[in-house]
């Protein structure tokens, strides 16, 4: 079955940092562009970063670069986001996607989910949680 697994997510202090992963399966993950997502409590999915099929391209968000960096190793499956000096804001479940109509996007610098899938499309994605 084609679906993607998020999880590193936890509960740290301002200033901390976690690691997220992004691990695909049923489908090869090296074929697809990847974009991270997050969703604050009541507030929209935005977009917060994105790598192209080799990892040879990358886009943050304003409000995280410098703090988050996104990697892959299509030889795992998998696609990280390696969020340092964490901060209160952060806060949100975040997804990953591969619907290029989701991350295309991304890589032009707009931020905001560009199309409305369900939330089967989306599962169940990771918490981070950050104190001040």
């Known amino acids: 079955q084609f679906h993607l697994v998020e999880s590193g997510g936890g509960s740290v202090q301002s200033g901390g940092s976690l690691r997220l992963s992004c691990v695909a399966s049923g489908f090869n993950l090296g074929t697809y562009a990847i974009g991270w997502f997050r969703r604050a409590p009541g507030k929209e999915r935005e977009g917060v970063a994105c790598i192209g099929k080799n990892g040879d391209i990358t886009n943050y968000q304003e409000s995280v670069k410098g703090r988050f960096t996104i990697s892959r190793d299509n030889a795992k499956n998998t696609v990280y986001l390696q969020m340092n000096s964490l901060k209160p804001e952060d806060t949100a479940v975040y997804y990953c996607?591969?619907?290029?109509?989701?991350?295309?996007?991304?890589?032009?610098?707009?931020?905001?989910?560009?199309?409305?899938?369900?939330?089967?499309?989306w599962g169940q994605g990771t918490q981070v949680t950050v104190s001040s």
């Open positions: 996607a591969e619907d290029w109509d989701l991350v295309a996007p991304l890589f032009s610098g707009y931020w905001k989910e560009s199309i409305r899938k369900n939330d089967d499309y």
